[in-house]
């Protein structure tokens, strides 16, 4: 069984080893609400959390 996670950089969710959005591998199992953008040049939620790419992003992080 995978645990998804948050990266506590990019805020995007995931599973694996590393963030598939900016690489990272500080991530946290303990997060809170999650958005999914899907065209993050349109998107006021992705501009207000400063989101690149589309994907799935936790809103609260611990």
Do not use: F
């Amino acid at each position: 069984m995978s645990t998804r996670k948050a990266c506590k950089q990019c805020h995007m969710i995931y599973e694996g080893d590393k963030c598939p959005g900016c690489g990272n591998k500080d991530h946290t199992t303990d997060w809170k609400g999650h958005v999914i953008i899907l065209n993050p040049e349109k998107s006021e939620i992705a501009k207000k959390m400063k989101i690149k790419e589309k994907g799935d992003y936790a809103i609260k992080i611990r």
